[in-house]
């Protein structure tokens, strides 16, 4: 801990730095992922990560290796979620020969001399001072994230909606406009609707297809940010990144992407044009159902403004926390290809029964947002929706037949979890307020975990049986 960040990165071995991926390499993930064959998505490795050569983000001369030499050597996401931050870190983790990150668990880091404080507050020597302003395992959990969505810098949060807060307050000023979707995360879009209005901030709901009404907003010339997810819950509509992107920047609008449902593994909206992503990494990033966790992950100019706003708000995760969604991450490729495997051969098994009336999921050729999401994801993640051709109760008997899943909500965990909304998330709510957010009381959603696909199968197919 207390030697100096030079000192720290000098001692690393040459063949370990040519190894860490460099910052920001939208233009050549971009050629990868536009060379992804669709078709091939369900099995499909993940585009390869080339670093890019003389990039701008890397400072240190020395570190430049022959670019040939690079070109071999690509870190693909299965080999960052494991080893980005770590062993291919930066200078996050005080020195350690121990292959687990250490949870640091002091919440103040003290000075050799006033010298040295002094050194520490120039930027001259990197360190860490007090606990709600970062704690070294959780930097290394914010190096791992940044790497896996291929930003500058990523903030870790004590929750996903802490995240999604901090980003609003910090990135829309009173007498700004945001622009959201009608089916986004249900807490986000009443905290923009009923919370922020009273802070002078204007809000429009569009819906998610609807560009034409997006395109007319933005053209009164006042929006700040756009705000959307993709895929949605429990709809799992896709929205064109790349598309809103062009069109919100072409008017000064920044544009934030909750990627929950499609996890680091599937979509990278940094790399589609976005300026911000977040995600509620309680689900598919700590994946076992064991922590609340939010991220935001940017540029360093925005996350800079984010993270001012975040010691205010105090929203700091606990290192045990951290480290546990460090351990998480380690196998979230594994875990989301299993989930992406699962949800599509689940969904198109489903799509032929004749007890399902209809499937979301937009790995389905039949699903309208479908050519979207190819265009943009390498894999469609783990929860599907259908409605079952019954009524409320036929449907909770369904429910209750089931053996594997619990009865639960959440998502991208290990153990696979069902629910119905209008009994979840909409019990005692009108038919309007149902009908409003397209919850039929057939409706049910699945978030796959890791278990066997013919379990799952064997397990839904005799429960359809009960309906
Ligand atoms: C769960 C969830 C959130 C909120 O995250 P928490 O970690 O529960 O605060 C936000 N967005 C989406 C899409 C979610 O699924």
Known sequence: MARSSSAVKSSLPKQRRSLRPRRSPKPNFQRHAAALNPDALVDATLP?????????????????VPTAARRRRSVSDETLAVHAGEKLGKDGMAETDSIATPVVSGTTHWFRSSEDLIAFKEGRRHSFEYGRYGN?????????????ERAEATLVTSSGMN?????????????????????????????????????????TFVD??????????????????FYADSPTNPHLKCIDIKLVAELCHRKGALVCIDSTLSSPINQKPLTLGADIVVHSATKYIAGHHDVIAGCISGSDALLSRIRAWHHDLGGAISPDAAYMIIRGLKTMALRVE???????????LLENHPKIERVYYPGLKSSPWHHVAKSQMTGFGGVISFEVASDLRGVMRFVDALEIPFIATSLGGCESLVQQPAVMSFWGQSDEEKSKNGITDNLVRFSFGIEKFEDLRDDILQALEKV
């Not at 390869?48 to 430049?64: I, L, R, S, T």
């Not at 998610?208 to 940010?225: F, H, M, R, S, Y």
């Open 48 to 64: 390869v990560f080339e670093p890019e050569a003389n990039h701008p983000g890397c400072a240190d001369q020395d570190m430049v």
């Open 136 to 148: 070294p395992t959780v930097k290394v959990l914010e190096e791992k994230i940044s790497a896996l």
């Open 163 to 203: 995240a999604i807060v901090a980003t609003l307050l910090a990135l829309v000023p009173p007498g700004g406009h945001v622009v959201t979707t009608n089916d986004c995360y249900s807490e986000a879009r009443a905290f923009i609707r009923d919370r922020l209005s009273k802070m002078g901030i204007r809000s």
């Open 208 to 225: 998610l297809d609807d560009i034409e009404t997006l395109k007319a907003v933005l053209d009164q010339g006042d929006v700040t940010l």
């Open 338 to 348: 299993t989930q992406n495997r699962t949800a599509l051969r689940m969904a198109r």
